[in-house]
């Protein structure tokens, strides 16, 4: 077959922002292989991701694993390039990056590049889907990588739950497969034994590495036509072997494996409940956004909302809901809820509270202007990008995976997956809309996806330490410890009626949402490069900076609070993530709605002081920088209540620090010895016995007595503004506290400590108990 004439000959329109200088092409090789060429001139890097729609759950149930062990092997040499290393050699001999990951029903395949060197990493990287070797001898090695990855996760919380809740499941269907592999389930089983696991690899690979379930992506300086040329060149021999892609109709959560309470043993020192319940797959009805309504709904966090009411009773720190949609259609919706040890003790209560905001949306027609509402935060993106000019984003291919989904009766709408960083697709037709946009509004389907939220349709998951006496039973691949019980009657049928509450409600509009995207008239030379020194004062150091390259209607401001009463000793240190925990705590319902305006706040703590980073649409950004400031100067006397909630999530932390990554623990300890007033964990440990709800308070007078702000302000702010946000602080903390200046001579400089040759130095960590 001529492959140069057997691509799409009447592609879709790719529709793009205003500064968005790519040009964009979508096609089909000859051998049904899905294509996006992306060309930009301008780009640092070129970028390539081959995704098949294949993955774990099409494992052999005797090979758990193998599609993971199979994308190990694909880089370890094919016919035309044997040498094992010659693909990972060439990417980073010519400046660039490779991963690859498999996912229950896709793997992909990524890397980035110079743009000069593109086509010689197609030439290689085109092969593993043409002729791979999966040697013999690789075949044995490889598996200790995959055993590598298995053993990394074992401490991981997050993965140790989620083969947990699969292994519950229907018993058989796919879903309950070990995804990743280890040796044992690759080798070392009776099961695995009893077969040639190279054979097995190679029969994998030869069924379902098919060009008709796979979607390529390309990223280059070169004009779409050379583009296009080079993925006919590399590609068009990937054999299409009319794979049928696997689908999941019949569910995995029988009635038998729900109405389950599930307690389970976690390695962290952690408190937690997850609450799921299946829900039909939403994909075909994705224009409605019935999920967006609900997830956004339940997960709130402002007046009325569940959290909130949390809170306020001392029982959580967090609560997040999201839907779940791992493999084609197999959806479920979750809630999670991170509990404090006193709302351990409330699990009944608080689950009860879920039905009752449930019962209450139920109650309740559908509210189109929350619908509204969350399509205006998604369309921020869309705003931000319009004025965006062409940046290369490192995570751009990767974002542009789930254009490569099957399934689709015409091949246009793998757009409707499109996500790129920078939006810069929105649609590819004017009749497809991007996946993320409600353009129905049927409260119909709204209503039908809370009549799944029921007692009788859920499992719930409730993790903690304190249950380990109880726990008998064990997960086989991660060793869990769990214990399973049918919930009784008598407590669904409580939650299943369970009461109106005045203290749950609706959310309030939101009163960020930004309006105007006007961009500043008066802008400064283009060719200003570097922030410039804007005011200098005893007590200050501002710089700015005008944007005069993105173009785009937002602020960025940072402010650095320095003061002499934070790197002086342990004991202060903890006392100042303890006053900058307890101020996030205190503004998470105004910082949550913000957020969802495209406008956020991040407070955090150094060993100098405190930062404060604001960045957002300028409409609404004064307003939202002087209400944090205000908050931020009155809140002196933080709430005790909220205080030993916040003493238990640090503590927390600081024990579970020793479950970390061990690459993240050697960082750790690598500054506690190389660095001057770098405390380790014992000391922080100390301190958090010491502190006491007064001992915060007086730090908190003691922390402004004597500052230095250092700032930067930068973006679409003109330079009267830019002094206008930091008199705004200044006289707040001046009229509030009195703030004295200090020379910034009395503040350490940060040293580094060098280790003479052939000295060996190690930090004394003991992790005692708190």
């Known amino acids: 077959m001529d492959c140069m004439n057997s691509v799409d000959s009447s592609p879709p329109v790719v529709q793009k922002s205003a500064n968005d200088l790519r040009e964009y092409k979508v096609m089909r090789l000859c051998n049904r292989m899905k294509v996006l060429l992306i060309s930009d001139p301008e780009t640092d890097k070129s970028a390539v991701c081959l995704s098949v729609n294949i993955g774990s759950l099409s494992d052999p149930k005797e090979l758990p694993g193998l599609a993971h062990f199979c994308e190990h092997m694909l880089f370890l040499g094919t016919k035309s390039f044997p040498t094992e290393n010659t693909y990972l050699k060439y990417i980073t001999d010519h400046g660039g990056h490779c991963n690859a990951f498999t996912s229950p029903d896709r793997t992909s395949y990524v890397f980035d590049v110079a743009p000069e060197s593109l086509k010689g990493a197609l030439d290689i990287f085109s092969q593993f889907f043409i002729c791979p070797l999966f040697t013999d001898s690789a075949t044995e090695r490889e598996v200790s990588a995959v055993q590598s990855e298995h053993e990394k996760d074992i401490s991981n919380d997050t993965r140790r739950l989620f083969q947990l809740e699969r292994s519950l499941s ?224 490192p995570n751009l291919i990767k974002k542009l995976l789930t254009c490569l989904t099957p399934d689709n009766s015409r091949f246009e709408n793998v757009v409707l997956n499109f996500l790129l960083s920078n939006g810069s697709i929105y649609k590819m037709q004017d009749d497809l809309t991007n996946h993320f946009m409600a353009t129905v509004y049927d409260p119909n389907l ?56 005045p203290e749950l409600r609706f959310p309030e509009p939101n009163s960020f949402i930004t309006t105007e995207f006007d961009l500043l008239q008066n802008k400064c030379p283009m060719n200003v490069e570097m922030p410039e020194l804007l ?133 750790t300890y690598l500054t506690n010895i190389t660095t001057h007033h770098s405390w380790i964990i014992d000391d922080f440990i100390q301190a958090l016995k010491d502190i006491t709800y007064e001992k915060l308070v007086n730090y908190i007078k003691e922390f402004y007595e004597r500052i230095f702000i250092e700032g930067l302000i930068y973006g679409s702010i003109t330079e009267e503004d830019a002094i206008n946000y930091y008199e705004m602080i200044r006289d707040l903390l001046i009229q509030k506290f009195d703030s004295k200046p200090f020379l910034l001579s009395h503040i350490a400089t940060p040293r580094e400590v060098i280790i003479p040759e052939g000295k060996h130095l190690c930090p004394s960590v003991f992790f005692s108990e708190i």
Not at 285 to 310: K, M, N
Not at 576 to 593: G, H, K, P, R, W
């Open 170 to 393: 229907k018993s058989g269907h796919d879903y309950t497969k070990f995804l990743s592999g280890n040796r044992y389930s690759l080798f070392e089983s009776s099961c695995a034994q009893s077969v040639n696991t190279r054979e097995k690899l190679l029969q994998f690979y030869s069924t379902w590495y098919s060009s008709n379930v796979m979607g390529l992506v390309i990223l280059g300086r070169e004009s779409i036509n050379d583009l296009e040329k080079l993925a006919e060149d590399k590609f068009s021999e990937v054999i299409d072997r009319n794979v049928v892609q696997p689908s999941w109709n019949d569910t995995p959560w029988p009635d038998i494996c729900l109405k389950k309470m599930v307690y389970v043993v976690p390695l962290n020192d952690v408190h937690q409940m997850n609450i799921m319940w299946p829900i039909p797959d939403y994909i075909p009805d994705y224009t409605a956004q019935a999920t967006s309504y609900v997830t956004y709904l339940l997960g709130h966090e402002s007046r009325g909302s569940l959290l909130s009411l949390f809170k306020n009773a001392g029982w959580a720190n967090q609560l997040t809901c999201d839907v779940n949609r791992s493999e084609a259609g197999i959806c479920y919706l979750n809630v999670f809820v991170h509990l404090t040890l006193k709302g351990l003790e409330k699990v009944n209560e608080i689950i009860t509270n879920i039905y009752q905001y449930i019962n209450m949306l139920h109650s309740d027609e559908p509210k189109k202007w929350v619908l509204d509402e969350i399509q205006i935060y998604k369309m921020q993106d869309d705003l931000t990008n319009h004025f965006m000019a062409t940046v290369y984003d």
């Open 446 to 501: 709204i209503k039908k996806l809370l009549t799944c939220l029921t007692p009788d349709n859920s499992r719930i998951f409730l993790l903690s330490k304190t249950f380990a006496d109880k726990c008998v039973e064990e997960e086989p691949w991660y060793h869990t410890k769990y214990l399973a019980i049918n919930i009784p009657e008598n407590t669904l049928s409580a939650w299943r009626n369970s009461p109106s509450n």
């Open 535 to 667: 005011i200098e004062t005893e007590m200050s150091r501002i710089w700015y900076f005008q944007d005069t390259e993105f173009n785009l209607p937002k602020g960025f401001i940072k402010f650095h609070i320095v003061s002499l009463s934070t790197f002086c000793s342990p004991l202060h240190e903890t006392l100042c993530a303890f006053y900058v925990n307890l101020f996030l705590d205190q503004i998470y319902e105004l910082n949550y709605s913000s957020v969802f305006a495209d406008i956020t706040v991040h407070v955090g703590y150094t060993n100098r002081g405190i930062t404060l980073l604001f960045s957002g649409f300028t409409h609404k950004l004064k307003t939202f920088v002087q209400e944090i400031v205000t908050q931020l100067v009155d809140y002196c006397e933080p709430k005790t209540d909220r205080f030993e909630c916040i003493r238990e999530k640090i503590s927390q932390n600081i024990t579970n620090f020793s479950l970390k990554p061990t690459h993240h623990q050697a960082c």
